[in-house]
């Protein structure tokens, strides 16, 4: 199984900054098969980006990934206020598809 | 735009059979990977498996002896049976489309609690 680490755990940053989230897999994640998430309180995982950089459907350019192996990065260029949220990377390239802890983005 | 459902008992008692069902709103049931994911209170998401039209299943190996999920088309629905629970199995549970066997989730239901509690 592969074990996906995040880092990190809690970002405390302002409207208008960038965020860069680490996402670290235990070993090579298969076809770079890497998602990210975003989740607010009470809600369902909303997918934003899949194959470690392609944008989901309806989801603003802001919100970027790279990398690729081992090494993944999700990065919010602007923060607005509707991105403080918990974020979760997910590998589903091999199974059984895991995710990782997730990192907390919140207000400064 | 496809939509899901989950429904089922809020409630389940030790040692029993936690059942849960999600109905697919499109049609889309023959076309897609169907998938349940669950959320123990204020923790990370755990992937517990998924099953295809044809029948075709694939299960998290730490759930597998416990887990059965189904579909029946004629009812665009799929359900998720998880024997033997304990209050470790207190969680919401999501499902969640994938367009492929190896595809990351893009549409989720709301997720429904399921509480294990005698």
């Known amino acids: 199984e592969i074990v996906l680490t995040q880092s990190p755990g809690a970002l405390s940053l302002s409207p208008g900054e960038r965020a860069t989230l680490s996402c670290r897999a235990s070993q090579s994640v298969s076809s770079n098969f890497l998602a990210w998430y975003q989740q607010k309180p009470g809600q369902a995982p909303r997918l934003l980006i899949y194959?470690?950089?392609s944008r989901a459907t309806g989801i603003p350019d802001r919100f970027s990934g790279s990398g690729s192996g081992t090494d993944f990065t999700l990065t919010i260029s602007r923060l607005e206020p509707e991105d403080f949220a918990v974020y979760y990377c997910q590998q589903y390239g091999n199974s059984p598809f895991t995710f990782g802890p997730g990192t907390k983005v919140d207000i400064k | 735009q496809v939509q899901l459902q989950e429904s089922g008992p809020g409630l389940v008692k030790p040692s029993e059979t936690l059942s849960l069902t999600c109905t697919v709103s499109d049609g889309s049931i023959s076309t897609s990977y169907w998938t349940w994911i669950r959320q123990p209170p204020g923790k990370g998401l755990e992937w517990i498996g998924y099953i295809y039209y044809s029948g075709s299943t694939n299960y998290n190996p730490s759930l597998k002896s416990r887990v059965t999920i189904s579909l029946d088309a004629s009812k665009s629905q799929f359900s998720l049976q998880l024997s033997s629970v304990t209050a470790a199995d207190t969680a919401v549970y999501f499902c969640?489309?994938?367009?492929?066997?190896?595809?990351?989730?893009?549409?989720w239901g709301q997720g429904t609690l399921v509480t294990v509690s005698s």
């Open positions: 969640a489309r994938s367009r492929w066997a190896y595809g990351a989730q893009d549409y």
């Open positions: 194959g470690a950089s």
